[in-house]
């Protein structure tokens, strides 16, 4: 199977990619994609003025959608270019960075909880090994609630909380999170560049208890450079991921329109 969709890549602007847009897109072009997204990382908006380096800062946030504006009617007929962000849910800021995304006019959204919480670092990025149970319980109630507002196209990287700790506790907060996506039909992301990477995702305990729910997945390439924006190696071991865990593949994701959406 040839993929046709891929609606998850960064640009520089984040601080840890490279490559020009245009780059990206002829990649994708030349092997196949018919439509393609770009969600690089939503810029904060906390009333401290906090600002990450590893995404959008919010004075770049104009030039990443006025430069894909351009590119997407440059490339009109060619590639269907679609405009979004990849962002958190935090609930006492969610509502202000949704409405500043589509302030921006992006298109959509995908859901990436990189941090369980924002607030004096009480919590370490969600890749790092953590035994931290109240970690992992907010990490996937930010999820849920995420899942349950009904902006969010997909579920990106839901695996990425490398918890460490009882692998039951685990299992029965992946299965909160696995149902939650099930019931809102909001498809969950085999993460590309976990795989070509090799990092701790896509966690099979994750995958095998997303199959038992009945989750639908998508493919999401992930990419940080122009050659990932088409990742035919990895199609394999994600292939195998569906197969074994009788998952069903999303291959054109139904693309939640933001701007037509009021909180």
């Known amino acids: 199977m ?30 196949g994609i018919e439509i393609m997204g770009f969600s690089d990382h939503m810029p904060f908006l906390f ?12 004075e ?7 430069c894909l504006q351009k ?3 440059k490339y009109e007929g060619k590639i269907d270019i679609r405009i979004g962000f990849e962002m958190e849910y935090y609930t ?55 899942i349950n507002s009904g902006v969010f196209t997909y579920v990106a990287h839901p695996d990425v909380f490398n918890f460490v700790g009882d692998k039951e506790l685990y299992s029965s907060e992946m299965k909160r999170l696995c149902i939650a996506a099930k019931n809102a039909d909001i498809p969950l992301e085999i993460n590309f560049l976990g795989i070509r990477s ?5 966690n099979p305990l994750f995958w095998q208890i997303a ?22 190696q990895s199609e394999e071991a994600a292939k195998r991921i569906i197969d074994q865990n009788n998952l069903t593949l999303i291959e054109y994701p139904k ?3 933001i701007q037509g959406v009021t909180l």
Do not use: W
């Open 211 to 232: 199959g038992e729910v009945g989750c639908n997945a998508v493919y999401g390439f992930d990419a940080h450079s122009p050659l990932p924006a088409y990742d035919g």
């Open 2 to 31: 040839s993929i046709k969709v891929n609606l998850h890549a960064h640009t520089f602007r984040c601080g840890h990619a490279k490559g020009s847009e245009e780059e990206y897109i002829q990649r994708a072009m030349q092997n």
């Open 47 to 58: 009333p401290n003025g906090y600002q990450s380096g590893y995404r959008v800062k919010v």
């Open 60 to 66: 770049d946030a104009k030039d990443y959608i006025d």
């Open 92 to 146: 006492d800021h969610f509502k202000d960075m949704f409405n500043y995304a589509k302030k921006l006019n992006a298109e959509y959204l995908i859901l990436g909880e990189h941090f369980p919480s924002y607030e004096d670092g009480r919590f370490e990025y969600a890749g790092v090994p953590t035994k931290n149970e109240e970690a992992l319980r907010s990490y996937v109630d930010g999820c849920i609630a995420g």
């Open 198 to 202: 090799n990092r701790h995702y896509p």
């Open 255 to 257: 693309i939640i329109d």
């Open 71 to 73: 590119l997407k009617k």
